[in-house]
């Protein structure tokens, strides 16, 4: 007796397509979510799972080839028939470089951002162009009426100081 299989989207039917001796079989979706005892259902690895995994050996692989051309001999590598590869120079260059190429990279990048930073005393790190300051509620509001909440705006530089720096003590 031929197994039915569960076909769950196009491609599926294509490859059941191709193979003449089996015969898919189209399930309503409502008869497979009723079914209190089918938990999981045939799923494909997700294209994301395949690339990690494949870049993690090729790591993996490309490190072991790193070791293996920086401290066999010479004379093992030519024994084995392998005549043509780059200079022992590289394989204590190359990780240097890369390393200064970063450190060099990172003091580029701190740099820069001490560069366009405001001077601790300019106004420009208490105010800019996007600065909210509270707005005064409507005048002809009576002491009885409740108070509406107040609008976004920034904390005043003095009443944060005064809450911070009063001389009186809060505990």
Known sequence: MEE???????????????????????QDS???????FRTSQVHGSKHS???GFVGSISTVVATVIFLIWAYVPDKLLESIRIRYYPSRY??????????????????????????????????????DEYSLE??????????????????????DITSFSDVMFSSSDFM
């Not at 039915?4 to 189209?26: E, G, I, M, N």
């Open 4 to 26: 039915a299989h569960l076909v769950t989207s196009p491609r599926l039917v294509l490859t059941f397509s191709k193979r003449k001796k089996q015969k898919p079989d189209f």
């Open 30 to 36: 409502d008869m497979i979510r009723s079914s209190p």
């Open 49 to 51: 799972e395949v690339y």
């Open 90 to 127: 590289r394989a204590l260059a190359t990780p240097a470089y890369l390393m200064m190429t970063l450190l060099l990279g990172l003091e580029f990048y701190i740099g820069l951002n001490f560069t366009t930073t405001p001077h601790p005393t300019s106004l420009n790190t208490l105010f």
């Open 134 to 155: 509270l707005g005064e509620f409507d005048p002809q509001m009576e002491e009885g009426d409740e108070r509406p909440i107040d609008p976004i705006s920034d904390i």
